[in-house]
């Protein structure tokens, strides 16, 4: 199922303060607006993400936010007068690859969690559209000239966020049936005959719209800033064979690795590197040796499980390095593809990806040229 993902940015954020935009302003270094960005374009159920500008403010955009996104091809396009002409034009970038899900956020809302964003993606799947939502905790009062004038009665009643999730298709033609005048996109659906499930939100998905708030969300940020660094070590011994896989890349040589899976060194150590983070123990921990279903099974499956486990925990992998250990093959040669292909699985973008080989100067069994050993190093950082 494709998922993708629309991030509502045309709005010029008057009440925030401040001499730009707000989601242009920067949150703890960082424009509120590439965090909003990084967290969808770096989890690994969404396959691309669109981003609906002011046309006005496209140069602001590519000097402030695109030096701080972690992840190529992100597309951007003009919005509209209102808020939902700027849904309606991001939906409308979908039209040819129309996925099976949109996840619609706004662009204010900087401190979306992986967790949050899965949630209303499973909801989605299940329901055909699902919003987050807070319980109403708070006594809420009637008032009118500085008096209150009665108490309401908070009984059912939800703060709403985003993401909010629909089937592509249903909240497309939504749109074009709605009055324009709707206060989101859960409110377009339900006119629509849509049924919207509601999903946990969470209490840090905070949105900037005073000038206040930047203070409240970087004491957040201050407050629970988790950085985790994991190093991996893995070694296999060549056996018979033609070829050996080296992060996902088929490698000729006249010799291959001995390994349960496909003995991907590199992999491996990345995948333990991970794990490792999160203190989560290692692959034989979650993938025994002994079970016969990962017999000969791509490592590719390793390593997308190990970054499942960190976006579980709202942690998103920031950068890979790898170092290749042996007298042969020549790894240079192959170094580009294996950082592509690294970097797609993780949802990074290439550049926080290092491959890198050395050779232990004949010395030891990798001198020896009887196996390959590898080195990995991830660091996370949890949104």
């Not at 590197?273 to 279903?293: C, E, R, S, V």
């Not at 992998?317 to 290749?324: E, G, M, Q």
Request: with cysteine; aromatic share 4%.
């Amino acid at each position: 199922m494709t998922v993708r993902a629309v991030i509502v940015a045309a709005g010029k954020g008057v009440r925030a303060g401040g001499p730009s935009p707000k989601q242009y302003q920067p949150l703890a270094g960082v424009p509120v607006l590439a965090r909003a960005i990084n967290a969808f374009a770096g989890h690994g159920e969404i396959g691309g993400v669109v981003v609906v500008l002011n046309p006005a403010d496209r140069a602001l955009f590519d000097a402030v936010v695109l030096p701080h996104l972690r992840a190529p091809g992100i597309r951007c396009v003009s919005g509209g007068a209102t808020r939902a002409g700027s849904v309606r034009a991001g939906l409308a970038a979908l039209d040819e690859e129309a996925p099976d899900l949109v996840l619609i956020h706004d662009g204010a809302r900087p401190m979306i969690g992986a967790a949050l964003i899965s949630r209303v993606i499973a909801a989605s799947r299940e329901h055909g559209a699902a919003a987050p939502a807070i319980a109403v905790s708070d006594t809420l009062w009637r008032g009118q000239d500085g008096e209150i004038t009665a108490h309401a009665d908070r009984r059912g009643l939800f703060a709403a966020q985003t993401p909010q999730g629909f089937r592509f298709a249903d909240i497309r033609a939504a749109h074009e049936q709605a009055a324009g005048t709707e206060t989101d996109d859960a409110e377009v659906a339900r006119r629509a005959g849509m049924t919207v499930a509601i999903v946990d939100g969470a209490a840090d998905n905070l949105k900037i719209t005073q000038p206040g708030d930047f203070g409240r969300a970087e004491n957040m940020l201050g407050g629970s800033l988790d950085i985790r660094n994991g190093n991996g070590f893995d070694v296999h011994a060549f056996g018979d064979g033609d070829h050996v896989i080296l992060c996902g890349i088929r490698v000729p040589h006249h010799r291959s690795l001995k390994g349960h899976s496909d003995a991907d060194v590199p992999m491996h150590a990345l995948t333990d590197a991970i794990y490792g983070a999160l203190a989560l123990g290692d692959i034989g921990h979650w993938f025994p040796p002994g079970d016969a279903q990962w017999k000969d099974a791509p490592s590719r499956i390793f390593l997308e499980h190990a970054v499942a486990q960190a976006q579980a925990q709202d942690f998103a992998v920031t950068h890979a390095d790898c170092t290749i250990i042996c007298e042969a093959p020549k790894i240079g040669p192959h170094c580009q593809p294996m950082r592509e292909n690294l970097a797609d699985i993780l949802g990074i973008a290439v550049q926080r990806v290092s491959v890198k080989a050395t050779t232990s100067e004949r010395l030891g069994f990798t001198g020896r040229g009887e196996g390959i050993a590898a080195l990995a190093t991830a660091t996370l950082v949890k949104s």
